[in-house]
């Protein structure tokens, strides 16, 4: 009976599942995002003793992968059982096609090009790092707080 209660509290204690990660993601992000207009999917995650590997793709609710954001993740298993985020390793917007890029592009860029938006994405405006009228180095739609506020 005793070999039992640990097997089971040894397991429980583990907690090696895309699940448990997902919740770990989910739990660390709602503390800066409102993750409950979002769709969570681990699309892989490779797991060794306390850390692990983790492909994430991010939706809005109800949209398609090819419309959201792949992230991936270095997770670590604390104590208490559950997986945190210690670090981004890094993004690919749009998680479509096998090699996580909208469009099947080598390297998860569209067509093949860093910093290419997706087709139908509204124009940024400007050259990379311009400064926008408002004096913002992005230009943020009308009204919109500055970034880091």
């Known amino acids: 009976m005793a070999v039992i209660a640990l097997l089971l509290g040894g397991c429980a204690q583990k907690n090696d599942t895309p699940e448990a990660v997902k919740q770990g993601v989910i739990r660390d992000l709602a503390k800066k995002f409102d993750m409950s207009k979002m769709d969570i999917v681990v699309d892989s995650v490779s797991f060794r003793d306390k850390e692990a590997d983790a492909t994430v793709t ?32 890094s993004a690919t917007p749009g998680a479509g096609a096998p090699d996580g890029s909208p469009d ?23 050259s990379p790092g311009a400064v926008a009228p408002s004096g913002s180095k992005f230009n943020l739609p009308e009204g919109h707080p500055e970034l880091g506020q």
Do not use: L
């Open 58 to 89: 991010f939706m809005v609710k109800g949209g398609s992968a090819a419309q959201g954001m792949s992230m991936k993740y270095v997770m670590e298993r604390h104590d208490d059982g559950q997986w945190y985020i210690k670090t981004r390793a």
């Open 104 to 126: 099947g592009a080598a390297g998860g860029f569209q067509n093949g090009t860093p910093g290419a938006m997706p087709a139908g994405h509204p124009a940024m405006g400007g």
